[in-house]
């Protein structure tokens, strides 16, 4: 017989009152990445994430090609 308590059950009905304090006010759409956006840091965050991607692409291949031996 195990002696551990049952998991307890949390109802949003019983915390409304917080959860509603935490809201944003009506007619606010959203609550994060709202624009204007600055086109340089996005720019340098698209091509950053794409050359992360590339790179190691490339080099995981390049790896494989040197450990299978058809590089030298």
């Known amino acids: 017989m195990s002696t551990t308590a049952a998991p307890k059950l949390h109802k949003a009905k019983d915390a409304w009152g917080e959860l509603k ?21 996005i720019a340098a965050f698209t091509v950053g994430i794409i ?3 590339y790179g190691m692409m490339y080099f995981g291949m390049r790896h494989q090609q040197y450990k299978q031996g058809y590089w030298k």
């Open 51 to 53: 050359s992360a991607g």
């Open 21 to 41: 304090k935490t809201r944003p006010p009506p007619g606010h759409d959203h609550t994060v990445f709202e624009p204007p956006y600055s086109t340089p840091v």
